[in-house]
Nanobody, 121 residues
């Protein structure tokens, strides 16, 4: 099981960007999906997560109020809307299925393609 992240790029401080997470070969409905990021020299960390129904969302403290996670099951896609971007948001962003109840300490499957976000000051 792999999910692929798309939509990264170069953005100025304070800017916005939306990432997309697409599942290839299987249906994302009913599965909790998380966004993760890994900055150079740092461990990968959980950023946001959304339940299979979309009824529950979770965000790391560092992005609360700036990032919004959503999903469109008809398009088999999960999104991460990122606003008020900061240089410390610079990282490679990944998405993956998580354990139950958006347990982002556990992912299901392997890491897929990530997408680079660079926030310039």
């Amino acid at each position: 099981v792999q999910l692929q992240a798309f939509g990264g790029g170069l953005v100025q401080v304070g800017g916005s960007l939306r990432l997309s997470c697409i599942a290839a070969g299987f249906i994302l409905d009913y599965y909790d999906v998380g966004w993760f990021r890994q900055a150079p020299g740092k461990e990968r960390e959980g950023v946001s997560c959304i339940s299979g129904s979309g009824g529950s969302t979770y965000h790391a403290d560092s992005v609360t109020g700036r990032f919004t996670i959503s999903r469109d099951n008809a398009k088999n896609t999960v999104y991460l809307q990122m606003n008020s971007l900061k240089p410390e948001d610079t990282a490679v962003y990944y998405c993956a299925r998580t354990g139950n109840n958006c347990n982002w300490n556990r992912i299901i499957g392997s890491w897929g393609q990530g997408t680079q976000l660079t926030v310039s000051s």
